[in-house]
């Protein structure tokens, strides 16, 4: 049997930045914004993690230079 390797980095594996992110990358957000997304099979560059109050959020940050343009989803309608 063989092992198969995976694609993605243990979490642990990827750089953390903690309420501030380098200004070359992205979230997500910023990115659909812009009208644009990763792209299919992009990982994340690193992770952010940003505390407020009792709260914590952790994100994926992206380079801008590998994202590509934005892909609406449209939805069919069945009529009977």
Excluded: W
Aim: proline share 8%.
């Amino acid at each position: 049997m063989s092992k198969r390797k995976s694609a993605f980095m243990p979490k642990e594996n990827i750089p953390t930045s903690h309420q501030t992110h380098p200004l070359d990358l992205a979230t997500i957000e910023a990115l659909k914004l812009e009208g644009l997304q990763p792209a299919d099979g992009q990982t994340v560059a690193a992770l952010f993690k940003l505390r407020t109050g009792d709260r914590e959020h952790l994100c994926g940050l992206y380079r801008p230079a590998d994202v590509v343009p934005l892909q609406v989803k449209t939805h069919m309608s069945f009529v009977a």
